[in-house]
């Protein structure tokens, strides 16, 4: 997009100077006037701002979640105060620090200056702006309430954000462990375990089982370390690639929320976010089928996607929520009840909420205990490595002493 310099009054007379990227110099001028400033000259800006835009666009950087919460709860305060909604995000554009960012609020900017509605000028974003995201201001948009999904949207994905630091907080120092572990042996059977067997060689006598086998591991890794290695990679790699297919991903997502110590959290953290967005969506009074979909899309697990888009067939032939829930087997006893109750008094979205809170504050308190579990294991691990190293490399040693002795 072309970048325009200009000179321009304010609403004292004061002077002021700037650039701003545009289709056109009516474009520039039209967000002047809107913006309160009498434009005077406006002319294509050359030069280090070109060098600029085109560095920025070779290294784009990377808009984070942090960035698209601080644009919501900045949303909310411009719409809540009755400000308009091109004059809202032009100003955003302008004092937002994140180039990537600021340059698609002047896309989202252009596209509203084409005639485009707000949600559909978002969605044109689909890096930036999730379909949840785009879905709940279409939302917004339509009921006239933009302001409350704005503030809506940003402490749903605070908190999402919080957990799932916590989740990442709490591995971080089993995850630790275990690659030190890795590297340890790695190290012992590269070079401490060859630099024994020279001394093992010389007794002359029978070696204990547990020194051969780690001899016959030690000699087996250093001769085929580049195999090992390359399949280690291989293996990473290809891992990496099944996950990112559809059958891959599927498959990982169902296996996440059995794994041992963190599928309990990862379930329940799953029904913590089903139960926060489907209470929005029927709060904001989306249509049950649409809410499904837009619920089902943004919980990012194809495997529960699936179960919770299959309900729409039994809603669509007239069955209950409950009942087509039930049917899925992904709900535990405390949502269905809710459900059940919700239905019959008219406030789902209300008891789904109370759920809500209730799984994320479970969530929190197993992700405090998570790493007081994982750690007995670790020091079991840790002590059976010592173990075997101890039987296979000082035992011989004792032997020795024992026949000089003698």
């Known amino acids: 997009m072309p970048v325009y310099q200009y000179k321009a009054r304010g609403l004292r007379g004061d002077a002021i100077k700037g650039t701003m990227?545009?289709?056109?110099?009516?474009?520039?001028?039209?967000?002047?006037?809107e913006g309160?400033?009498?434009?005077?000259?406006?002319s294509a800006a050359r030069g280090a701002a070109s060098k600029e835009i085109k560095l920025s666009e070779l290294f784009p950087e990377k808009v984070t979640e942090t960035d698209v919460i601080q644009f919501s709860r900045q949303m909310h305060s411009l719409t809540k105060a009755g400000v308009p909604m091109l004059s809202a995000l032009h100003g955003l554009s302008q004092s937002t620090k994140n180039t990537t960012l600021s340059e698609t609020i002047r896309n989202v900017t252009t596209s509203l200056e084409a005639g485009r509605d707000l949600a559909t000028a978002l969605s044109e974003q689909s890096k930036i702006f999730s379909l949840f995201y785009v879905s709940m201001v279409r939302i917004g948009e339509t009921t006239g309430q933009l302001d409350k999904i704005f503030v809506q949207l940003a402490?749903?994905?605070?908190?999402?954000k919080r957990t799932r630091n916590q989740i990442k907080s709490a591995l971080r120092y089993p995850s630790f462990v275990i690659v030190a572990i890795m590297i340890a042996i790695a190290i012992i059977n590269l070079f401490v375990i060859p630099t024994f067997a020279g001394i093992f060689a010389k007794f002359g006598s029978e070696l204990p089982l547990a020194t051969r086998i780690l001899l016959g591991v030690s000699d087996f890794t250093v001769a085929n370390w580049p195999i090992l290695f390359g399949i280690?990679?291989?293996?990473?790699?290809?891992t990496r690639h099944y996950i990112h297919t559809d059958e891959g991903r599927y498959r990982w997502d169902k296996y996440k929320l059995k794994l041992p110590l963190a599928g309990e959290i990862i379930y329940r953290a799953t029904l913590a976010r089903f139960a926060r967005l489907f209470s929005m969506t029927t709060q904001a009074g989306v249509p049950l089928i649409t809410a499904l979909t837009v619920v089902a899309k943004a919980l990012d697990n194809?495997?529960?996607?699936e179960r919770i888009l299959g309900m729409q067939t039994g809603i669509e032939r007239g069955e209950s929520i409950t009942r087509t829930a039930a049917a899925t087997g992904m709900f535990d006893a405390l949502v269905m009840q809710m459900m059940a109750v919700g239905e019959e008094t008219g406030s789902i979205d209300t008891l789904l909420a109370e759920v809500?809170?209730?799984?994320?504050?479970?969530?929190?308190?197993?992700?405090?205990k998570l790493s007081a579990r994982i750690e007995p294991i670790l020091t079991v691990v840790i002590a059976g490595i010592v173990l075997v190293l101890a039987l296979g490399v000082f035992l011989p040693m004792w032997n020795l002493g024992s026949v000089m002795n003698k």
Do not use: H, K
């Not at 990227?21 to 006037?33: F, P």
């Not at 309160?36 to 406006?42: A, E, H, V």
């Not at 809500?356 to 405090?368: P, S």
């Open 21 to 33: 990227e545009a289709v056109s110099s009516d474009a520039v001028a039209a967000q002047l006037l």
């Open 36 to 42: 309160g400033m009498t434009p005077i000259d406006i």
């Open 155 to 160: 402490r749903y994905m605070d908190r999402d």
């Open 232 to 238: 280690i990679i291989a293996g990473i790699f290809g």
């Open 302 to 305: 194809t495997y529960v996607e």
């Open 356 to 368: 809500a809170e209730f799984y994320e504050a479970e969530v929190e308190n197993d992700i405090e």
